[in-house]
């Protein structure tokens, strides 16, 4: 009696030891997204070719056991299992080789300060632009931060700009806002500003051409005309994420509407017959394409909120709000907070924008859906009257096959048997399917 649980609990490891690698890749598939927005893409696929493989794999050894059997006897499967055992342990060794670390913090800890971010430099007042590379520990020296702070500015850490992040410190301000990644220096002599432009960032060629024109100016003492200062280039960075998640919303509306209107189309076009199998096959062609358009959508509304959220904890934390306007240097806390204010403005108009547009899209998929169950109403009618039709010929089929049977009677000696039952069973039949018709009518069925 205690062996059987005992056992049990073995089996439940084994099949948790069995289901470890598939639950695992799974779970890793989820974490790549695809470029419509969604991960776990080619999980069905690469299933399928594992199992194809596991096929090849079983005829194989099939084939090596029944050889080494041969010719080393009832123990050469068992002995050949053992050397390929040794084979892969030596090529699992040889290949983890180089992502073992005999430091507890690990090998990524220690190696990951001494990667450089390549950056474009870019100052005001304005000199010509250049490429360092900085890394984590010298960024973080700079801005006065901890690592953790400068993941977001990382292009491998957060390829697709969901997250966005303003992290104001005493040494610099870090700006992440959707693919817009920088960190802006105020320099203790003078004026001077440093801003570091990261990769991915869009339209920086634009920042560039912006700083060495001065843009708008701002008026000094005298009336003069100084250079762009920090708040400009935070703003700048700023608009430009925005304008980036902007143009990637435009796109996306453009072909919702097109889709849509497509779909309208061809409800309003699509009669009966061939034209109104078309017209249904055409649906299911022109919904499948919707569907990323929707994760799309529902993306962005994501990175919307998420910069909503990271300026309206700006606006309620005057301390943040403090070491922003001392990172940028030339501005009050004042005007920062008009300058957040606004970003978050933008920001709430742009995710109502793209809420109208799930809104117009949940609205005409529950147009669809009607329709769909009208369509499914017209077959399941289609199907209740062939049902109807099939139990009027068996009816008929049932007194034929009473005739059909090998039993002596002397009915059939007589000529007016055939065509007696005959009409009886057209009769049967007729009033089995009036019946039927009448009380399905009766019943708002049909």
């Given amino acids: 009696m205690v062996r059987c649980p005992a056992g049990r609990c073995v089996h439940v490891g084994t099949s948790l030891l069995f289901s470890a690698p598939e639950s695992w890749l799974v779970s890793e598939s989820q974490t790549i997204p695809d470029p419509d927005g969604r991960g776990g893409k080619d999980v069905s696929k690469t299933f399928g070719l594992a199992y194809a493989g596991d096929s090849v794999v079983a005829i194989a050894a099939g084939q090596l056991a029944s050889v080494a059997a041969r010719t080393r006897g009832e123990t050469g499967p068992f002995e050949l299992s053992a050397a390929f055992l040794v084979l892969g342990a030596a090529g699992n060794l040889r290949t983890s080789s180089g992502h073992l670390n005999h430091s507890p913090l690990g090998r990524s800890i220690l190696t990951t300060p001494h990667r ?3 950056s474009l430099h870019l100052t005001s007042p304005f000199t010509p632009p250049n490429v360092v590379n900085y890394t984590k520990r010298q960024l973080s020296t700079l801005v006065t931060c901890g690592y953790r702070d400068l993941r977001c500015l990382d292009e491998k850490y957060d390829k697709r ?4 992040v303003i992290l104001p410190r005493e040494g610099g301000l870090i700006v992440k806002v959707c693919l817009s990644r920088a960190v802006i220096v105020k320099h203790k002599e003078g004026d001077r500003v440093s801003c570091y432009v990261f990769p991915g960032t869009p339209h920086s060629e634009e920042l560039v051409k912006f700083l060495e024109q001065g843009g708008e100016g701002e008026e000094g003492e005298g009336g003069k005309i100084k250079g762009v200062g920090g708040a400009r280039i935070f703003e700048c960075l700023v608009g430009m994420g925005l304008e980036e998640v902007v143009g990637r919303f435009e796109g996306v509306k453009s072909d919702v509407y097109k889709i849509l209107g497509e779909l309208g189309d061809m409800r309003t076009s699509v009669g009966g017959g061939k034209s109104a199998k078309f017209g249904f096959l055409s649906t299911q062609r022109k919904v499948t394409e919707l569907l990323p358009l929707k994760n799309k959508l529902d993306s962005l509304e994501g990175i919307l ?17 403090g070491l922003i306007a001392g990172c940028l240097g030339d501005c009050k806390k004042e005007h920062v907070e008009l300058m957040l204010e606004d970003t978050l403005q933008q920001a709430e108009e742009i995710r109502q924008s793209v809420r109208d547009v799930q809104a117009y899209v949940k609205n005409s998929e529950e147009i669809m859906e009607i329709e769909l169950s009208l369509i ?8 209740l009257l062939l049902e109807i039709t099939g139990l009027m010929v068996a009816c008929g089929a049932a007194v034929t096959g009473l005739f059909g049977m090998n039993l002596v009677s002397h009915l059939e000696d007589s000529w007016w048997v055939f065509y007696g039952t005959t009409g009886f069973i057209i009769v049967l039949m007729s009033g089995i399917f009036k019946g039927l018709i009448e009380q399905c009518r009766a019943d708002n069925i049909l």
């Fill in 116 to 118: 450089p971010l390549p």
């Fill in 376 to 383: 499914r109403n017209r077959i399941m009618r289609f199907e």
């Fill in 305 to 321: 909120t998420d910069i909503y959220n990271t300026f309206m904890e700006l606006l309620q934390d005057e301390s943040d709000m």
């Fill in 161 to 164: 700009g969901k997250g966005s």
